[in-house]
Structure formats: structure tokens, C-alpha cells
């Protein structure tokens, strides 16, 4: 947050620096009078003096200074929530991942992704939050402040970010035993860059290229992984978890627990249970190591 990347991040920052000037006067303030008091002129003072430091320190001030944070607040969160927006992303909070989707100017869903957001430099986006089982909160620190996911609800957050590069996420919401396991990426890109991404990421699927990958693609289909996950252009159509369509483009897999590489595919297949305790994703030891060997070599040509 202290690097603000976008122009609402700017905004938050802008406030938080004259409230930190602030606490801090107050609190040398308070630290100053109960030095005086106790070392300085330790004797008893006259009531009328007593009277007036209550009226004025503990009634008028706080009044006042407080008074004052609320009207800068508000007024910077109707700033916050009026800009009109270029474009629509849907995030959905799953227990413990992001689901990612695309919207059109009507609303319909073009691409769907997991765990990264992809936005085009200088751009204003609408995220359009939403949570199918408990609350999370999504953030991105550099990006614009938090916002809570609600199940029921849709919350709207605006954010246009100023500077290409990488920012992390994080669910901020305690919503369950992976929690701290539960962050994203922010990627934001030169708007030639981020059109190609998106090109891309519509594509179907690439074809398994190899024999260790044809044969995982075989299995993956044969075990019914596609009742849960999705690979555009082939038979896998499941919505519950991640759609896997372009997983080798991502940089990290299990909402940024792993690196994206082939042994840690294999892993997270083997023990989701033990790499990220309370997913919903089933552990599956119970598969012959070879099986889930070849399904990594096949996930990690999905680029
Ligand atoms: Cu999702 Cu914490």
C-alpha cells in the first residue's frame, strides 16, 4: 500500500499519511501532558483548570479531529465509487481460491480464469465481487483498498491502475483454515500486451503435444477430473474448481501456494489435503504415481 500503483490506491495513501501526521501530534500531546503532570508540576491544579482540560481535550477535540476524518473519509469513498468504468471482471471468492471471469458489455461471461487478473495499464475496471459460500475480502494493496465479498451480494470495486507490473492479493477476510493460502495476482500490462493475453486465454486448449501428456490428457479425462474443472475444447466441462484451460500460463498454482512446475503439479494432485488443509479439492494418493506424473506432464502443456 505504501507503493501505490493506481490512481485509487493514490487516494487511500493521500489520506492515510495527514491521518498518521495526526495520531502522532495527538499522541505526543497525551505522552507530553502526562510528563508534565507527573514530573513537572505534580501538585494539584484548580478544578476550573481540571473542568476545561476535560471540556476541551476530551469533548471539543475529539469532536472536532473525528468530525473531520469522517467527512474526508466519506467524501473519499463516493470518490472511490462514482468513476464510470471501461470494462467488467467478475471475481468470485471460492473456499480457497478466486475465480476469475471476463463480462462483455452485456454482462456475459467471455473467459474464465483462476487466481490471476490481468488489466490493462491507465484503464478503468469494474471488479464485480462476489462469494458462493462465506465472506472473503479481496485486496490488492497497491491497487485500491479492501472490499468484502458477501454471500447474496454483489459489491462493485473500482480500480485504475497507473504502472505495468505484478502486484500480489490476498483474501483479508478470515474464511476458513486456508485462508492465509488463499491470494492472487494482479498483472498489469501495456494495452498491446494485455490484448494478446486476452486473445489468448479465449483460445481452447492446446492439444497434448508428446506421449507423456497425450497419455495424462487420456487419464485425466478417464479419472473424471472434468466433473470439477473445465479445459476448453475437450470433454472436461466441470464448474466447481479452477478452469484449467491455459493453466501453464499462470505462475503459481493453489491461489499461489505452489510454483507452477511439474513436480509441484503432481504434489497438489498427491496432497491437496497436506498443501492446503480444507480445500475442497480431494487428495488423490490413492492413484498410481505414474498416473499422476503423466496428468502433470499433460497440465503443464496447457500453456
Ligand atoms: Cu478467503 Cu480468507
Known amino acids: 500500500m505504501f507503493e501505490a500503483a493506481g490512481v485509487e ?22 505522552v507530553g501532558g502526562t510528563f508534565y503532570a507527573m514530573r513537572i508540576r ?15 481535550g476530551g469533548v471539543i477535540a475529539p469532536t472536532l479531529i473525528l468530525a473531520g476524518i469522517a467527512v474526508a473519509s466519506l467524501r473519499l469513498m463516493a470518490d472511490l465509487r462514482t468513476a464510470p468504468a471501461d470494462f467488467t471482471i467478475r471475481v468470485t471468492g471460492e473456499q480457497f481460491w478466486w475465480r476469475v471471469q471476463y463480462l462483455d458489455g452485456q454482462g456475459r461471461v467471455t473467459m474464465e480464469t483462476a487466481n490471476e487478473i490481468a488489466l490493462p495499464n ?11 459460500d462465506v465472506i472473503h475480502s479481496f485486496w490488492v494493496p497497491a491497487l485500491a483498498g479492501k472490499l468484502d465479498m458477501v454471500p447474496g451480494m454483489v459489491n462493485r470495486l473500482l480500480l485504475e491502475p497507473r504502472r505495468t507490473g505484478t502486484y500480489r492479493g490476498q483474501c483479508a477476510e478470515f474464511c476458513g483454515e486456508s485462508h492465509a493460502l ?12 494485455y490484448r494478446i493475453w486476452l486473445e489468448h486465454q479465449r483460445t481452447d486448449a492446446p492439444p497434448p503435444a508428446g506421449e507423456p501428456a497425450r497419455r495424462g490428457h487420456d487419464r485425466f479425462l478417464g479419472y473424471g477430473c472434468g466433473a470439477c474443472h473445465s479445459v476448453r475444447g475437450t470433454p472436461a466441462t466441470g ?9 501453464a500460463s499462470r505462475a503459481r498454482i493453489g491461489a499461489e501456494t505452489l510454483r ?8 497438489w494432485l498427491e496432497s491437496t489435503d ?17 498416473d499422476l506424473e503423466l496428468i502433470a506432464s499433460y497440465l503443464e502443456g496447457l500453456e
Open 239 to 247: 464448474g466447481v474448481g479452477p478452469d484449467l484451460t491455459h493453466l
Open 182 to 193: 488463499m491470494a492472487f495476482r494482479v498483472r498489469v500490462m501495456e494495452p498491446a500486451e
Open 42 to 56: 505534580p501538585e494539584r491544579h484548580s478544578e476550573r483548570f481540571g473542568r476545561r482540560l476535560i471540556l476541551i
Open 9 to 30: 490506491a493514490s487516494k487511500v495513501l493521500g489520506l492515510f499519511w495527514p491521518l498518521l501526521a495526526g495520531a502522532a501530534v495527538i499522541w505526543l500531546l497525551v
Open 122 to 132: 491507465g484503464s478503468a475496471v469494474e471488479l464485480e465481487l462476489r462469494t458462493r
Open 274 to 290: 497436506v498443501v492446503k488443509p480444507g480445500v475442497r479439492m480431494p487428495a488423490f494418493g490413492m492413484l498410481p504415481a505414474e
Open 260 to 267: 507452477n512446475d511439474h513436480r509441484s503439479l503432481a504434489r
